[in-house]
């Protein structure tokens, strides 16, 4: 593994040295193929050439549809370095948010791979990589290529990427992100993550589109190889990471949850396997340690301040298994009460987080912008308290807050102690409208294959470890969870269907 140098405030400019400095090793293994870093950057500068070649201007948005491959990643690296604004649709979201999403972000073009063309007739796809639905190829446009650029276009505050939240309290936002915090992210996760000692070979399943994506350019920083999976299915991901001797790999808490379902799943050869994207229960953190080892690392962050806002490192997981870690070095963390102010010591607040990585603001929500970016703070919107160590600790999402009979509950509270019940493999809380209570306190539950839950036992379970307040009115055992196409539980489906009765 090589050292990778301080390259300067623009995320392009990162990925322009990657190039230089590691031509002839392996950047990516998609299926069968391997792609070096110079290989790499050919086809970014044929990526550049084409945008250029359409009409597509700096500050232009250049939208892609596609599963894990490395074209894809490759006009994102373009629109780094050549001043557009990158947005990748998530190819698990939702036809009317994807949508919106095109038209919220002037997008100018829209990319699809083969398996997504299909959505040309309803999003507008204007070309595709490789060939499918009778579109054009996007690398059979004609164009002028030349060599890439010493240094990418634009100042370190122009903005070459929206990523859009999840959506799930409504519809989802566009978080405007410049070529400075994006290169912020990846400095601070170069320095704080615990990457693996020798050969750095990243395996990834989730989709580069979104959080999984964030890991990409600190790898090839680093000189690392990418491997490149489409979806994520436990016993593949197993033989892929012994095939291909990953060392480190970037998942999320359900994807976790399957390996510890899959009896002979091996992960033998991961060194970091970094987890984000939603809370985990403190007993399947247990769980995986204890069958794992000490391979896991968090990163907590959310599209506003991507994934470097706290770290739990993989010793601390062990010791502090409840906790979501400390601060990045290089950003500022407080815990504030509803005026801004601080809160005591020991008192759990909103967590708010001020440093480079911080988006410039929601694209066209000023209002939006206004509440959420106070005087340099981002106001997460997340529930927080720090114990004597300095750890940090995620309480819960303070607009998933239930307030049953004129009392808070927080719904991870609740879910911490469910999901340490026998036969729970899955469990998600939420409040449902109730005439006497105001909002009563809901669970549904995902039972084991082995054993499945009794309601009003959960019920007596958490009466007994957090009082009568926090017990569930209702217990509702379901084969499955909606998810998001983020792969978290989509609460608000779920309140929903269950106000619906």
Not at 101 to 114: K, N, T, V
Not at 400 to 418: H, L, S
């Amino acid at each position: 593994m090589t050292g990778a140098p301080d390259c300067g405030g623009r995320i392009g400019d990162i990925l322009l040295d990657a190039i230089r400095r590691h031509g002839p090793r392996t950047a990516f293994i998609e299926g069968g193929a391997t792609l070096s870093y110079a290989a790499f950057g050919a086809r970014v500068a044929q990526a550049l050439a084409i945008l250029d070649a359409l009409g597509l201007k700096r500050g232009e948005t250049v939208a892609q549809i596609a599963g894990n491959c490395v074209d894809q990643y490759a006009v994102m690296a373009a629109a780094y370095i050549g001043g557009y604004r990158s947005v990748t649709l998530h190819p698990l979201g939702g036809a009317a948010d994807q949508a919106h999403i095109l038209a919220d972000s002037d997008a100018r073009l829209l990319i699809a791979d083969a398996a997504h063309a299909g959505r040309a007739a309803t999003l507008g796809v204007q070309a595709v990589f490789g060939h499918g639905g009778g579109l054009p190829s996007f690398w059979d446009v004609p164009a002028e290529i030349r060599s890439l650029p010493e240094t990418s276009a634009g100042d370190a505050e122009d903005i070459v990427r929206l990523a859009y939240t999840g959506g799930t309290t409504g519809r989802p936002k566009g978080v405007m992100l410049s070529a400075r915090a994006l290169a912020a992210n990846t400095r601070m996760a170069l320095a704080g993550i615990e990457w693996p000692q020798g050969d750095l070979r990243y395996l990834c399943p989730a989709p580069i589109s979104h959080g999984a994506g964030s890991i990409v350019a600190p790898v090839l920083a680093l000189g690392g190889t990418v491997i490149l999976q489409r979806g994520f299915d436990a016993a593949r991901f197993c033989a892929a990471a012994k095939r291909h001797h990953a060392t480190v790999t970037w998942l999320v808490p359900t994807m976790i949850g399957a390996l510890l379902d899959l009896p002979d799943a091996d992960l033998a050869g991961i060194e970091t396997l970094i987890w984000s994207g939603a809370p985990m229960p403190e007993a399947q953190v247990r769980a995986a340690v204890d069958r794992f080892g000490p391979i896991l690392a968090q990163c907590y962050g959310q599209t506003e301040a991507p994934n470097t806002i706290l770290y739990l490192s993989r010793a601390d997981h062990m010791a502090k298994p409840g906790s979501a870690g400390r601060p990045f070095d290089g950003i500022e963390v407080a815990l504030c009460d509803e005026s801004g102010a601080a809160v005591p010591p020991g008192t759990a607040g909103e967590i708010c987080v001020r440093g480079p990585l911080l988006m410039s603001g929601y694209h066209g929500m000023p209002d939006a912008t206004a509440e959420t970016m106070q005087r340099g703070w981002l106001h997460t919107g997340d529930i927080g308290v720090v114990d004597g160590d300095g750890y940090w600790r995620i309480v819960d999402r303070r607009k998933d807050m239930i307030i049953t009979g004129g009392f808070n509950v927080y719904p991870k509270e609740v879910e911490e102690v469910i999901a340490a019940q026998p036969g729970v493999a899955a469990v998600a809380v939420f409040g449902v409208a109730n005439a006497k209570w105001g909002e009563a306190v809901t669970a549904v539950v995902v039972p084991r294959q082995d054993r499945r839950p009794d309601p009003a036992e959960l019920i007596a379970a958490v009466r007994e470890a957090k009082g009568p307040v926090m017990a569930p009115k209702a217990v509702h055992v379901v084969d499955a969870l909606p998810l998001t196409a983020l792969g978290k539980p989509d609460k608000k489906a779920l309140r929903a269907a269950y106000a619906a009765g």
